[in-house]
């Protein structure tokens, strides 16, 4: 087992130095490491070794007060260790379980699970320095995440799709679709790419794509543009100018789609007038508001949502 069993234990202690190292935040010594992991000072000083060589810059301050530590700026890189040397990490240190079963044993076991759970979690967000969007939401935080993953990776491969795809009119379809990018708006995912079957480019709906596979297919990238396709978006649809009064229970959702300025507080009830385009799609946005919104201009949308609101209460054989 000796070879076996020192390949365990030294990525267990070079791991557990690192860790200690970057949580402590203070100095620290030889000698006090050495004591935690019942080491030689000069066995410590190997590990150390091996720890710059990996990139991280360790400081030796010198002088009554002196010892190891790390700049104040230093953060270790989730990119550091891979998914996959996580996971051999863990395994490593879990095999180490029946000779150090020990508080610090199962701390480890605990940060490395954690540190392959954010590095799955990176594939999941799109992620700045000021800015993060998560594809969940908050009932359901998975929602979109397998079929974001599966697009990344076709991306990144340049590899065509095959999605089974159901439009607004419920016709299923099967497309071999090249992607190109993920489009995120009015909160609603889409895969922007070139469809096969339609011969051009297409933004489809995450939310309709019922299933998803790549294939072994390269695709050669045409000229296509994002934005242009999400300006014709609503091409079919005409700009109107809502008028709207709406209750205070409804005011951030009202807000967050029609903006801050064109909301006003009439002392009984609040006020919005926008312009908007029209449609089902608007239909629909109103119908999500319940009894808290009124429409009170165009003459036009308040007729279609009475006729609407009918064949609602019709459905119900009422």
């Known amino acids: 087992m000796s070879t076996y069993y020192n390949l365990y234990m030294q990525f267990s202690v070079i791991l557990g130095i690192l860790l200690t190292i970057l949580n402590n935040r203070q100095k620290t010594t030889r000698q006090e490491l ?19 060589t990996a990139g991280v810059p360790i400081e030796y301050l010198t002088g009554r007060n002196g010892g190891i530590a790390l700049p104040d700026t230093y953060k ?10 996580l996971k051999r990490l863990h395994t490593c240190v879990a095999g180490l379980q029946s000779g150090f079963d020990d508080g610090m044993n199962r701390l480890l076991l605990d940060k490395i699970g954690n540190m392959a759970q954010n590095k799955d979690d990176e594939k999941y967000l799109l992620k700045s320095d000021t800015l993060v969007v998560d594809t969940g939401n908050w009932t359901n935080p998975q929602l979109y995440r397998n079929k974001i993953e599966t697009i990344n990776k076709a991306i990144a ?14 016709y299923r379809s099967e497309r071999k679709v090249d992607p190109y990018s993920l489009v995120l708006k009015e909160g609603v995912w889409y895969l922007y790419g070139w469809c096969h079957l339609r011969r051009d480019f297409r933004l489809l709906k995450l939310s309709r794509i019922r299933s998803m596979t790549i294939s072994t297919a390269h695709f050669v990238r045409k000229a296509g ?16 100018d809502l008028e709207i009064e709406f ?37 629909k ?8 919104v009124k429409v009170l201009s165009p003459a036009a949308l308040q007729e279609e949502l009475m006729v609407e609101c009918k064949r609602v209460v019709e459905s119900y054989g009422r």
């Open 34 to 52: 050495a004591e935690k992991f019942e080491l030689a000072p000069r066995t410590i000083s190997r590990y150390l070794t091996v720890i710059e």
């Open 247 to 283: 209750s205070s229970t409804v005011l951030g959702e009202v807000e967050e789609w029609l903006g801050i300025d064109a909301i006003k507080d009439t002392g009984k009830a609040y006020r919005a007038r926008a312009e908007v385009y029209g449609g089902n799609i608007l239909v």
């Open 225 to 240: 543009n994002a934005y242009e396709k999400l300006n014709e978006a609503f091409g079919s649809s005409d700009l109107m």
């Open 285 to 292: 946005k109103l119908l999500s508001f319940g009894s808290s």
């Open 157 to 170: 491969s340049e590899l065509s799709l095959r999605v089974e795809y159901i439009d607004r009119h419920e």
């Open 76 to 85: 270790l890189d989730r990119s550091f260790f891979s998914k996959e040397e």
